[in-house]
T-cell receptor, first 113, second 115 residues
């Protein structure tokens, strides 16, 4: 069993829809939770990060972490065609000596006009 | 600033050949990382470095070697390429804050095919 599980999709939604992307994990030592966005044939770029449990909002994006359930989510409001990308969740134990991230496999999202 | 750059962008090798992938960053970051990305596997850490002259193994280090002779460069070597090393390779760097968390910035990737 992988430490981080993520539904690969693809997920197709109409423009303006609310998108929910999720990851589950098994390692209770994870402390930081991140979402990266990766456009086709590009490197990942950090979208949001959250420390421990709770919500964090940034414009149309909201990240949620529920450590008791080992479950994290990314919500995208008013989705746009430019949001079409693969979304990767990532987690970090913060054991020191380098931030060694554990990634999910990514969910491919397509927002259609 | 160019950020993180990777050379080459594409490469095709035959089994048994060797090659070196170059990663360069101009952000004066302490930490650098090499990942591979495969379908259904996500990004997996190969090797990383927490400073000039230091390297350490990640999750999937077998078949790869690395060197960090200069702070701004991190080299990934394949001594004898195998078809299982066909992948997209990403380099990343981060400022390095000790036990704190900081953002990893990724390069554009190198697509490697081993025949």
């Amino acid at each position: 069993q992988k430490e981080v599980e993520q539904d690969p999709g693809p997920l197709s939604v109409p423009e303006g829809a609310i998108v929910s992307l999720n990851c589950t994990y098994s390692n209770s030592a994870f402390q930081y939770f991140m979402w990266y966005r990766q456009y086709s044939r590009k490197g990942p770029e950090l979208l949001m990060y959250t420390y421990s449990s709770g919500n964090k909002e940034d414009g149309r994006f909201t990240a949620q972490v529920d450590k008791s359930s080992k479950y994290i989510s990314l919500f995208i409001r008013d989705s746009q065609p430019s949001d079409s990308a693969t979304y990767l969740c990532a987690m970090d134990e913060l054991t020191g000596g380098g931030n060694k991230l554990t990634f999910g496999t990514g969910t491919q999202l397509k927002v259609e006009l | 600033n160019a950020g993180v750059t990777q050379t080459p962008k594409f490469r095709v090798l035959k089994t048994g050949q060797s090659m070196t992938l170059l990663c360069a960053q101009d952000m004066n970051h302490e930490y650098m990382y090499w990942y591979r990305q495969d379908p259904g596997m996500g990004l997996r850490l190969i090797h990383y470095s927490v400073g000039e002259g230091t390297t350490a193994k990640g999750e999937v280090p077998d078949g790869y070697n690395v060197s960090r002779l200069k702070k701004q460069n991190f080299l990934l070597g394949l001594e004898s390429a195998a078809p299982s090393q066909t992948s997209v390779y990403f380099c990343a760097s981060s400022r390095g804050q000790g036990r704190g968390w900081d953002t990893q910035y990724f390069g554009p990737g190198t697509r490697l095919t081993v025949l």
